[in-house]
């Protein structure tokens, strides 16, 4: 069993920066996928940003140049740099850790407010 843990979300003005983490807890860490969606109230959850086990990385438009994924493998961590936000990133963020099968976090909140 994978246990996923978010931290990072909270209360941002619009063009600040926040950085998710993402640590998993599991004795052997070999997943061939890492990433991050989001879910807005009212609307379905979608992909952010994920990375391959050979390091290849998507993003999805709405956040291509301004989210940043990356992923400390000893440290089980899974991590999303997210600058320039905007009021429309605000959502609960999920982590997804594929390892065998998907596991998900619980989520953490991003608000994006002034």
């Known amino acids: 069993q994978v246990q996923l843990v978010e931290s990072g979300g909270g209360l941002v003005q619009p063009g600040g920066s926040l950085r998710l983490s993402c640590a998993a807890s599991?004795?052997?860490?070999?997943?061939?996928?890492m990433g991050w969606y989001r879910q807005a109230p009212g609307k379905q959850r979608e992909l952010v940003a994920d990375?391959?086990?050979?390091?290849?990385?998507r993003y999805a438009d709405s956040v291509l140049g301004r989210f940043t994924i990356s992923r400390d493998i000893a440290k089980k961590t899974v991590y999303l740099q997210m600058n320039s936000l905007k009021a429309e990133d605000a959502a609960v963020y999920y982590c997804?850790?594929?390892?065998?099968?998907?596991?998900w976090g619980k989520g953490t909140l991003v608000t994006v407010s002034s």
């Open positions: 990375i391959t086990s050979g390091g290849s990385v």
């Open positions: 599991t004795a052997i860490f070999s997943p061939s996928n």
């Open positions: 997804n850790v594929v390892i065998g099968r998907p596991y």
